[in-house]
């Protein structure tokens, strides 16, 4: 999903987005309310906007409706419960349907209007934007996207683990499970761009530490069928790979190895699987040996916090699946709306308000799994990573391993934004 994909297009888009906004600052447009709250974009007395920039048509059309439904859902429990600083919240959604020109439009249409954004799909997007968010829109942007080159600034927030920490977890609980061991190669299948690279960086830095050999096969994000992947890496005789790619390539190199026994365990990313892979042909392999890492509990976890979301979400949506979208929507909007409350204390409803009170939030989120520190932007919220497995009979899909850990070469990690 975060793949640096359409360079030159968004290079050029970058350029227009810089320029394209008169504003210096957010603060000349501020006014104060009735009760001496500071107010500004998106910000009216009695109403509270934010901006969902999603993919519901697209290449992850899946995880998109389950990311925005989770956060309609948050909207609908925030505003019957009173709102948030005697307002109500209403998000406005557009579906950019992966499109680089549809979703740089849908954030210049929606800008103006909003407080900030509650979901961004699409890391090379929000490259796109950034230098603009940063400089003179300043309002929150909350990527669905992990990769390290999001890090460093104050309104672009990453929620979870980069791509290469999440990598060296993972390795290290192959490590720990004795599946892999100093001296032996591991192979590394990933796309090319900010996700798969990331990944490496990760892979690269867990072998150097722990003395393995990577063996890498890059790949594009049109390439569906791994078998010349497995192949190269059966003959290069690794014991164990890594995935940073869709849940389509995990599905078929799943499938390919364990078709033509070459039987390793397979660990990958938190954007390398969706539950509809049970039902394929790949579906029995993927529950023999195939890993998951994320930086929550998986949406059917027995745990109050996942379990809360899922009734809750099942109730609102009976015709739709679980999946662990729900759980990364949610928890993005709930971080918003814990800033929001923050912001409303301080009386300072602007961008600048809400990014300094985004700045002050630690320990939070602990109900699915793991806390969230956000007082550092160029640190991801959280260096944990969950193991999961796939497990058709375990609503959502995934079923936990291990719980949240950092590998001690993760806690050491510096990641490179």
């Not at 995880?63 to 109500?88: F, H, M, P, Y």
């Not at 993927?286 to 916090?305: C, H, N, R, V």
Request: net charge negative; aromatic share 6%; hydrophobic share 40%.
């Amino acid at each position: 999903m975060r793949m640096r994909v359409y360079g030159a297009v968004l290079a050029a888009l970058t350029l227009t987005l810089v320029g394209c906004s008169g504003k210096a600052d957010t603060g000349g447009g501020a006014e104060t309310d009735k009760t001496g709250v500071k107010t500004g974009e998106g910000v009216t007395d009695s109403k509270i906007t934010l901006g969902a920039l999603t993919d519901m048509t697209g290449v992850y059309a899946s995880l998109g409706k389950s990311v925005t439904q989770a956060q309609q859902l948050w909207v609908k429990e925030t505003n019957a419960a009173g709102g948030i600083c005697d307002r109500q919240i209403e998000l406005t959604v557009r579906d950019h349907g992966y499109d680089p020109q549809k979703a740089i439009a849908a954030y210049t249409e929606l800008e103006p209007d909003v407080l900030g954004f509650a979901q961004f799909i699409g890391s090379p997007f929000v490259a796109a934007v950034e230098q603009r968010v940063d400089g003179q829109d300043k309002g929150i942007v909350l990527p669905q996207a992990w990769s390290a080159n999001l890090l460093g600034s104050e309104y672009v927030r990453v929620i979870g683990a980069t791509y290469d920490v999440e990598t060296i977890n993972l390795i290290d609980y192959l490590l720990a499970e004795k599946r892999i061991t100093e001296g032996d190669k591991i192979g590394h299948v990933y796309f090319e761009g900010d996700y798969g690279e990331n990944a490496l960086a990760g892979s690269q830095h867990a072998a150097k530490e722990a003395g393995l050999t990577i063996v890498e096969q890059k790949i594009k994000p049109t390439d569906n069928d791994m078998t010349a992947q497995v192949s190269a890496l059966k003959q290069a005789g690794v014991k164990a790979i890594v995935i940073s790619a869709g849940p389509r390539q995990a599905a078929s190199l799943v499938g390919v190895a364990a078709a033509t026994g070459f039987n390793v365990p397979v660990v990958g990313n938190n954007s390398a699987y969706a539950p509809q892979l049970l039902a394929t042909q790949a579906g029995k392999a993927l529950q023999k040996d195939y890993y998951i890492g994320s930086s929550t509990l998986p949406i059917g976890d027995a745990a109050e916090g996942p379990a809360k979301l899922a009734k809750a979400y099942a109730a609102q949506y009976p015709k739709d699946g679980l999946d662990n979208g729900v759980i990364a929507g949610y928890n993005a909007a709930s971080v918003f709306g814990e800033a929001l409350k923050k912001a409303c204390e301080s009386k300072d409803l602007t961008r600048e308000g809400v990014g300094k009170a985004l700045l002050t939030i630690k320990g939070f989120g602990a109900d699915f799994g793991i806390s969230h520190d956000f007082t550092d932007p160029a640190a991801p919220s959280t260096r944990e990573t969950v193991i999961m497995k796939p497990d058709a009979k375990t609503p959502g899909g995934l079923k936990v391993v291990r719980p949240a850990e950092v590998a001690p070469a993760a806690a050491s990690f510096a990641s490179k934004s």
